[in-house]
């Protein structure tokens, strides 16, 4: 195997060996670049024959597709090989539908019945079969931020929000990665693709606040009743609502982990007394605090990591994730829900969680609820009160080199806010740092994806402001990576016209020398450093 296309990547350089840091085996990282091949041979036939043009089904198959090889999404090579015998079945209807195409890139035929022939094909399409690493760098770039966006995009698909733009864009970016571009060329599709991650996160919270309310600020439970739980993970709110719905009156409690938190924070939920806290913190917390939570735990997307035996009969996946000899919970039919029942049978016979703290989380600062108060806001910045606004979006991970966040946060200054969303939160927001006049100092939008509502505020509060530029603003970003999403939010940032970004705890392994002078020289994107040298720095 090869894959960099995470932060904790092997020495930061990539993961060769049998298995990934992640804990992806290498024959699973291997299926994974089949199926994107697979999609590029999907994209070719689309822009040959039909102009770039794709149907609502087929742009839906697509961004599933990504969304699974996305950093601990689905470590089952049964679910991968299944996706990559559909994309031949989508590639071939195309062929039937458009004609035959004549095409120097295999991914167009090739085909295999076996894992161990799919396997075979892995070695000659994986990543380093591109020997320039400015090309492969650049590529890399473009293809992590369509995998990013697109599971972004999926969540609004499943709520019945779909723009055929974002699935296009997915077909020319991929299609370019089998074409001889200019360096010029490869570097506008990224810019392109930083454009459609706008377009994709703009959809999908038209979707989740059309769908339950727009976010309301809202104090969060994060101890524990005595009735047995269940425990939700991951992004899936269309999945969240149906649990709730499936659970009410059983004396079954529901509980959120890591990115589900922020559902407490939408109207349509409050109405669901079953819905009673949050369990624990961010992804990487889960193997001790899914044994400690005693019940099942769904997981409805990424951020799965290698299940212990001691929950694995209690675990269940469902979407795009998925782990071997984990019960997987089947897509809902169309107009349909999923049925949850063999989740909430098992919650009976539990025990309930075992508390790991008391206390509340306070969120719910989108762009909806921070403009509500923006006079306030505003007075606030003209008065002196708030000096700076410092974002430190993004993930969380395990490397003791993340600390670095919480640190920076605890060091900011008493008059500065700080804008967050994503799991990267779970770093200072259970610290006290206080309030501004009644605006608290950390404010929470909710999951990764609603860093665009980070986005929105800013670009209201230059509107207010009456400044020509976004970087005029007093903003800083402190901005934390791990997967994939976020590089699909850095590259939404970067077609904003934000520059100045401190991005950490590494610079992204998949970047070349080259390609990050570019970034440099366009857009001041600088690595984290010491904190109290980085918060000196923020407040100049």
Known sequence: MFCYQCQETAGNKGCRFAKGVCGKPSDTADLMDVLVHALRGISLILEK?????????????????????????????????????KAFEVRESLVKKYGPITCECDSVVFTAKTEAEMLAKAKSIGVLSTENEDVRSLRELLVYGIKGFSAYAKHASILGYDDVTIYEFIVKGLASTTKNLSVDEMIALVMECGKTAVTTMALLDKANTTTYG????????????????????????????ELLEQTQGTGIDVYTHSEMLPAHYYPKFKKYTNLVGNYGGSWWHQDKEFESFNGPILMTTNCIVPVKDSYKNRIFTTGAAGYPEVKHIADRKEGGKKDFSEIIALAKTRPAPTEL????????????????????????????AIKKFVVMGGCDGRQPSRSYFTEVAEALPKDTIILTAGCAKYRYIKS??????????????????????????????????GLKNLNDLPLAFDIAWYEQKAVAVLLALLSLGVKGIRLGPTVPAFLSPTVVDVLVKNFSITPTGNAQDDVKAIMS
């Open 357 to 384: 703290e008391k206390g509340e989380i306070v969120g719910g600062f989108a762009h909806n609820q921070v403009m509500a108060v923006a006079d306030k806001v505003i007075a606030a910045v003209k008065s002196g």
């Open 214 to 241: 727009n976010p309301e600020i809202t104090k969060v439970n994060i101890g524990t009743g005595k009735n047995p739980g269940i425990l939700i993970s991951g992004h899936d709110l269309k999945d969240m609502e």
């Open 49 to 85: 024959k039909a102009e770039g043009k794709i149907d609502i089904e087929t742009g839906r198959f697509m961004t599933k597709s990504l969304f699974m090889t996305i950093t601990n999404a689905n470590f089952s090579n049964q679910a991968i090989m299944a996706q990559i015998e």
């Open 432 to 465: 006290n740092l206080g309030d501004i006049g009644g605006i608290p100092r950390v404010l929470d939008a909710g999951q990764c994806n609603d860093c665009y509502s980070l986005a929105v505020i800013a670009l209201k509060l230059q509107e207010a402001f």
